[in-house]
């Protein structure tokens, strides 16, 4: 199976920038997704396609994916943006979506 | 505007089964693929499998194969995913997610439901 780590988790003053990593075997040849998670709250989608944004997500949210590993950037974090963070991927050979163990964003 | 609107909180005993339902509006149901995924609680989440609205074929984890049943209807715009043999470690929230682009389980999630939380216990 395939496997995505995340670090437990990431602590950012305000105004800085946060980057959360989702390392896994040549993820970087895959799509990736990231999920934003507030407590008592449903998953939102923060980043698809390495890259791209939704409608209603800030340009303050980025993603990279190269290598053995995919990148989120939060820069200018706000206190709203703490949360749990997920990646996700799509696992060709077993036609199985994988979700990292989550990141749990911390702002000071 | 899209909404998918889950049923409510189950509580439900080991060996015995769980069907939650996810009812879509504001979009055409069929034309998109709908994941269901588990949090237990204070963990990561896990995907359990696709349904294509269209065709009613399903792609479920290995993990679930022998235990969930996705099914849905068009009449109603309603998605189901029915979990048997239920166990303690299925305690969890439940979620319905559909996918961004039309006619294909792949790319984002962007829609999901509010969750249904399902208790097994004795």
Not at chain 1, 76 to 99: K, L, N, P
Not at chain 2, 60 to 88: C, G, N, P, W
Request: proline letters at 5%; hydrophobic letters at 30%.
């Amino acid at each position: 199976s395939y496997v995505l780590t995340q670090p437990p988790s990431v602590s950012v003053a305000p105004g800085k920038t946060a980057r959360i990593t989702c390392g896994g075997n040549n993820i970087g040849s895959k799509s990736v997704q990231w999920y934003q998670q507030k407590p008592g709250q449903a998953p939102v989608l923060a980043i698809y396609y390495d890259s791209d944004r939704p409608s209603g997500i800030p340009e303050r949210f980025s993603g990279s994916n190269s290598g053995d590993t995919a990148t989120l950037t939060i820069s200018r974090v706000e206190a709203g943006d703490e949360a749990d963070y997920y990646c996700q991927v799509w696992h060709t050979s077993s036609d199985h979506w994988v979700f990292g163990g989550g990141t749990k964003l911390t702002v000071l | 505007q899209v909404q998918l609107v889950q049923s409510g909180a189950e509580v439900k005993k080991p060996g015995a089964s769980v069907k939650v339902s996810c009812k879509a509006s504001g979009y055409t149901f069929t034309g998109y693929y709908m994941h269901w995924v588990r949090q237990a609680p204070g963990q990561g989440l896990e995907w359990m499998g696709w349904i294509n609205p269209n065709s009613g074929g399903t792609n479920y984890a290995q993990k679930f194969q022998d235990r969930v049943t996705m099914t849905r209807d068009t009449s109603i715009s309603t998605a189901y995913m029915e979990l048997s043999r239920l166990r303690s470690d299925d305690t969890a929230v439940y979620y319905c997610a559909r996918v961004l682009a039309v006619h294909t389980p792949m790319g984002g999630w962007g829609y999901w439901g509010q969750g249904t939380l399902v208790t097994v216990s004795s």
